[in-house]
């Protein structure tokens, strides 16, 4: 079993940047391919950035790209997001999860989702 656990979510301005990270323990990490998703009030989590097991490979949501990057450092149970250039639609609460099976980019194939980090980002 892992466990995940998000933070650095906080009120911030746009134009901003802000790194977010998630924190694993319980089991190997470096096995495991991990991924950013966003829930924004009244919509449904989107998936925004994922990193394969050793960070040679990430993939973004078109919507984020160029502004989000993903990385990790698998010595520290960790996975980061930085986002620059905040822009208010990126109010959301952020999650990190563990993939399981199927798409990379589908909500659904993921497993072990922390509690959610909130960003809120003010024009």
């Known amino acids: 079993q892992v466990q995940l656990v998000e933070s650095g979510g906080g009120l911030m301005q746009a134009g901003g940047s802000l790194r977010l990270a998630c924190a694993a323990s319980?089991?190997?990490?470096?096995?495991?391919?991990v991924g950013w998703f966003r829930q924004a009030p009244g919509k449904e989590r989107e998936f925004v950035a994922g990193i394969n097991t050793l960070g040679g490979y990430t993939w973004y949501a078109d919507l984020v790209k160029g502004r989000f990057t993903i990385s990790r450092d698998n010595a520290k149970n960790t996975v980061d997001l930085q986002i620059n250039s905040l822009k208010p639609e990126d109010t959301a609460v952020y999650y990190c999860a563990v993939h399981d099976r199927g798409s990379v980019y589908s909500v659904t194939s993921y497993a072990h989702w922390g509690q959610g980090t909130q960003v809120t980002v003010s024009s």
């Open positions: 319980g089991r190997a990490f470096n096995v495991l391919t």
